[in-house]
């Protein structure tokens, strides 16, 4: 299985850091990535999302063996409980995908960064955010984006308290996935969000937020050996044993 990796990261105008942060770690059984985006309120969500990102992928990077759903839900919970007292305030969302030797992915996440596939020059969307906007019924991304509520997340990896992360396992097929923000999803129209992936920054009028997406090629699947590229010059990207 061969997998290239790029990670466009822009910063918006509602706080003084970049609050997006993504890392990519490699181990026997797979590969692992992690979006994670920090809450823009509270002065230290950017570095709460760049901590949870290096302890998943350390962790990951020295993992033995078959990546286990239940050891990863202890490792996040004990993560959230390492964190806490560093960052009593520390809010964020994030999303975990792994891909697996045996052509199988795994998804995890909380809050309101998305995993989508480009399908026929579209993006078609795998998952769906936590909000309070779509709770109770399912509301299309296009009109989600426009509704307030939308920013009120029924789950995430919040300090003061621990909330269950929502999984997903399917097939990994050969294609072009996503993992981005709400600045993405949310913010941008669909040219706009291509004219991301390829690496041009957009200009936005008025109050946005960092706008961040990370793109992975998957392709020879069948191939047993895993081949890892990453590309890319944008910042709050982690990875080692690469």
């Not at 823009?40 to 969500?45: D, K, L, R």
């Not at 990546?67 to 809010?91: E, V």
């Not at 040219?191 to 998957?218: F, T, Y």
Request: hydrophobic share 40%; charged share 20%.
């Amino acid at each position: 299985m061969r997998i290239e990796a790029n990670w466009h990261s822009q910063k918006g105008t509602k706080t003084a850091d970049n609050r997006d942060h993504a890392g990519l770690g490699i181990n026997a059984s797979g590969v692992i990535c992690i979006v994670v985006d920090g809450s823009t309120a509270g002065a230290g969500s950017g570095e709460y999302a760049q901590a949870i990102v290096r302890e998943v992928i350390d962790w990951f990077n020295g993992l033995q063996g078959a990546l286990d759903l239940n050891a990863l839900s202890k490792q996040l919970r004990g993560i959230h409980l390492d964190l806490r007292a560093r960052f009593p305030r520390g809010s964020a969302s994030f999303a975990i995908v792994h891909a697996d030797r045996r052509t199988r992915m795994t998804v995890i996440h909380a809050g309101d960064c998305l995993l989508g596939q480009m399908i026929e020059d579209r993006i078609h969307w795998r998952t769906q955010p936590h909000t309070l906007a779509n709770a109770l019924t399912d509301v299309a991304l296009e009109e989600l984006s426009k509704i307030p509520a939308r920013h009120l997340l029924t789950k995430s990896f919040r300090s003061r308290e621990y909330m269950t992360p929502e999984i997903l396992e399917t097939d990994s097929l050969p294609g072009v996935y996503f993992i981005c923000t709400d600045g993405f999803w949310a913010e941008l129209s669909a040219h706009e969000q291509l004219a991301v992936i390829e690496g041009r920054e957009v200009e936005a009028n008025g109050e946005h937020d960092d706008c961040s997406v990370l793109k992975l090629a998957i392709t020879d699947i069948a191939d047993p050996q895993l081949v890892i590229a990453v590309g890319g010059a944008s910042p709050n990207f982690y990875r080692t044993h690469i």
